[in-house]
């Protein structure tokens, strides 16, 4: 079997686990009322069951264990273990609401046994500000402080139809790509075998209406957890990635770059909230997908605008990378790139939404153009996805 094929076949296996779970998980959530009920700060108007995070985890789990029979990895059972606890934490969560401070204290012994058990650590910068391997101490203090980050940031922007699982799946398939460039088929594996049980997922999240759930705090942290990893792998003293590194590819700005919206929008809000003297793990409206929402733009617009975003800084990163800029320079890039994108333009719109400026009618011209289910072709392929 080629190389390509087992990457593919994983892939295939998450996408028919999920397709297959998902009706199942769907009527348990009705008949025992697990749904997300609307309130002042959430956008949907019915209760819409929550459960969707277990169906993408199942499929999860299928493509990674057909991953563990071609390659047996021991990483892939420690990857499991740790996305297990955190659906199970997720999952409680959205029924219960559990406080911050115990999902944060469940996360980062989660992250501190996946760096015991898998021996992956963020320690190398490869060479950015002339950095390389950094102290065991320092990197393992890096890594509960990144990896926790990224889940946060990756469940923080599930807000709209699409938006979390669109963001996974195009994350999954860069991060797909780059491990397969650079020689490691076992996370480039498991990166396309979560890409693949997205997808039935974010169909049914985007289009259906009587088949539509929610992800929810179980599946944006098992997501969060395994973009953490993905992270890590990439950025290890001995990742396969160093050929990479060694030709002018920025790991860290890479990496960044995937990651930007969700983390820099974060970075935002919580910023924001501390600057207000709030707590900043308080709710309220002010992540990036709620502007979307005051300016006009439907669900489906706001998750292709988002992702536009993050794949634009990506491309830029690309670019710059060809250009031979060097890893600061890459870095710098990102960062400019990402701030402009959550900070500057977040504080723009919201300008021309306070002032009611000529502006503010060309941003709400671009979200009409963008109102997709209002569309003919929109209704087909709900009742189609309804019907499957």
Same mark, same amino acid.
């Given at each position: 079997?080629?190389?390509?094929?087992?990457?593919?076949?994983?892939?295939?296996?998450?996408?028919?686990?999920?397709?297959?779970?998902?009706?199942?998980?769907?009527?348990?959530?009705?008949?025992?009322?697990?749904?997300?009920?609307?309130?002042?700060?959430?956008?949907?108007?019915?209760?819409?069951? @929550?459960?969707?995070?277990? =169906? $993408?985890?199942?499929?999860?789990?299928?493509?990674?264990? /057909? +991953?563990?029979?071609? %390659?047996? #990895?021991?990483?892939?059972?420690?990857?499991?273990?740790?996305?297990?606890?955190?659906?199970?934490?997720?999952?409680?969560?959205?029924?219960?609401?559990?406080?911050?401070?115990?999902?944060?204290?469940?996360?980062?012994?989660?992250?501190?046994?996946?760096?015991?058990?898998?021996?992956?650590?963020?320690?190398?910068?490869?060479?950015?500000?002339?950095?390389?391997?950094?102290?065991?101490?320092?990197?393992?203090?890096?890594?509960?402080?990144?990896? @926790?980050?990224?889940?946060? =940031? $990756?469940?923080?922007?599930?807000?709209?139809?699409?938006? /979390? +699982?669109?963001?996974? %799946?195009? #994350?999954?398939?860069?991060?797909?790509?780059?491990?397969?460039?650079?020689?490691?088929?076992?996370?480039?594996?498991?990166?396309?075998?979560?890409?693949?049980?997205?997808?039935?997922?974010?169909?049914?999240?985007?289009?259906?209406?009587?088949?539509?759930?929610?992800?929810?705090?179980?599946?944006?942290?098992?997501?969060?957890?395994?973009?953490?990893?993905?992270?890590?792998?990439?950025?290890?003293?001995?990742?396969?990635?160093?050929?990479?590194?060694?030709?002018?590819?920025?790991?860290?700005?890479?990496?960044?770059?995937?990651?930007?919206?969700?983390?820099?929008?974060?970075?935002?809000?919580?910023?924001?909230?501390?600057?207000?003297?709030?707590?900043?793990?308080?709710?309220?409206?002010?992540?990036?997908?709620?502007?979307?929402?005051?300016?006009?733009?439907?669900?489906?617009?706001?998750?292709?605008?988002?992702?536009?975003?993050?794949?634009?800084?990506?491309?830029?990163?690309?670019?710059?990378?060809?250009?031979?800029?060097?890893?600061?320079?890459?870095?710098?890039?990102?960062?400019?790139?990402?701030?402009?994108?959550?900070?500057?333009?977040?504080?723009?719109?919201?300008?021309?939404?306070?002032?009611?400026?000529?502006?503010?009618?060309?941003?709400?011209?671009?979200?009409?153009?963008?109102?997709?289910?209002?569309?003919?072709?929109?209704?087909?392929?709900?009742?189609?996805?309804?019907?499957?």
């Amino acid at each position: 079997m080629s190389s390509i094929q087992h990457i593919i076949l994983p892939a295939l296996l998450a996408f028919l686990g999920t397709l297959w779970i998902h009706p199942k998980v769907l009527k348990i959530a009705i008949l025992k009322n697990l749904v997300d009920n609307p309130d002042a700060r959430k956008l949907q108007r019915n209760p819409v069951p @929550v459960m969707g995070g277990v =169906a $993408v985890f199942f499929g999860i789990v299928i493509g990674l264990c /057909s +991953s563990q029979a071609m %390659f047996n #990895s021991a990483t892939t059972f420690m990857l499991i273990s740790a996305m297990m606890i955190m659906l199970y934490i997720g999952t409680i969560d959205d029924i219960i609401d559990l406080s911050p401070n115990i999902r944060f204290f469940v996360e980062i012994i989660v992250i501190a046994w996946l760096i015991y058990a898998t021996k992956s650590s963020i320690n190398c910068f490869w060479g950015l500000w002339g950095v390389m391997n950094i102290p065991e101490w320092a990197s393992y203090i890096l890594t509960i402080f990144a990896s @926790v980050g990224i889940i946060n =940031a $990756v469940n923080l922007i599930d807000g709209v139809n699409g938006l /979390s +699982s669109g963001y996974c %799946f195009m #994350s999954s398939v860069l991060f797909a790509i780059f491990f397969y460039i650079s020689g490691n088929q076992i996370m480039a594996s498991l990166a396309i075998s979560a890409a693949g049980a997205i997808i039935p997922f974010f169909l049914h999240n985007v289009f259906g209406n009587k088949t539509k759930m929610f992800i929810g705090d179980g599946g944006t942290l098992v997501i969060g957890t395994l973009m953490a990893m993905f992270v890590m792998n990439i950025l290890e003293q001995q990742t396969e990635c160093s050929a990479l590194a060694n030709e002018g590819v920025g790991l860290i700005p890479f990496s960044l770059a995937v990651m930007s919206i969700p983390v820099f929008d974060t970075l935002r809000v919580m910023s924001t909230r501390i600057l207000n003297k709030k707590s900043p793990f308080s709710p309220d409206k002010t992540h990036l997908h709620h502007l979307f929402i005051d300016l006009g733009f439907s669900h489906i617009g706001t998750t292709i605008s988002i992702l536009s975003l993050n794949f634009l800084i990506v491309a830029i990163w690309f670019v710059s990378y060809k250009l031979g800029a060097s890893v600061d320079i890459q870095l710098y890039i990102v960062v400019g790139c990402s701030l402009l994108s959550t900070f500057i333009f977040y504080w723009f719109a919201k300008r021309q939404i306070n002032n009611n400026t000529k502006k503010l009618k060309v941003l709400k011209s671009i979200a009409k153009t963008l109102q997709f289910e209002k569309k003919g072709i929109w209704r087909t392929i709900q009742r189609i996805i309804d019907k499957l």
